[in-house]
């Protein structure tokens, strides 16, 4: 499959709510997560891991320990994402970045309130997510970036260490037709309501 201009990706990707349970080829798989770990972050930390589950048995393990045990979102309002063949969750690892800072090439730029008042950690983590939306797109794919509803549950099932904070998870597959959010009524926000240029 060619590649997608930069800019087509840019104006396609959108949340998918609705897969089909097709699998994603091996070789798209690693692309996927060769772009994430491109992503930038602060200090070249690369703080950010990546759990991934291919296949009904391990993307069900995720279903069943992270969401609510009246079913959650995968069976109630979720069907079409619980079908996706592929989640990659992006966790962050806060002690990653508290000990790369403590080096000496970093020393000075330490804990406090200047450049660690904006969590970097979960920041680097969102950058890795948004390369793979994006890769998704250019692979003739759907994804849905989304929220973790039991972070214990997951770390229980999953074995993941204390250290590492489930930033969200990534659904990914081959998108079937879904109705658009109903968030999107509130419309994109034009340009000249985003950007102040020289002042607020």
């Known amino acids: 499959m060619a590649a997608m201009e930069f800019r087509e990706v840019l104006t396609r990707r959108r949340m998918v709510r609705n897969f089909d349970d097709r699998e994603v080829p091996v070789e798209v798989v690693e692309r996927l997560l060769a772009s994430a770990v491109r992503a930038p972050s602060a200090g ?4 950010s891991d990546l759990l991934v589950l291919e296949g009904l048995a391990q993307t069900g393990r995720f279903w069943a320990s992270s969401t609510p045990t009246d079913g959650g979102r995968a069976r109630a309002g979720w069907p079409g994402v619980a079908r996706a063949p592929l989640l990659i969750v992006a966790l962050s690892s806060e002690a990653t970045y508290r000990a790369r800072y403590a080096e000496a090439d970093k020393a000075n730029s330490g804990p406090g309130d200047g450049p660690w008042a904006v969590p970097w950690w979960h920041v680097d983590a969102a950058f890795a997510s ?22 214990a549950g997951l770390r229980a099932e999953f074995g993941i260490p204390d250290t590492h904070a489930p930033v969200g998870a990534i659904a990914v597959g081959y998108a079937r037709p879904d109705r658009p959010s109903t968030s999107l009524a509130r419309r994109r926000r034009p340009l000249d309501e985003v950007v102040h240029r020289g002042d607020w």
Do not use: M, Y
């Open 130 to 151: 948004l390369l793979v939306l994006l890769t998704a797109v250019d692979e003739g794919l759907g994804a849905l970036f989304f929220g973790v509803s039991d972070a």
């Open 44 to 47: 070249f930390t690369q703080g």
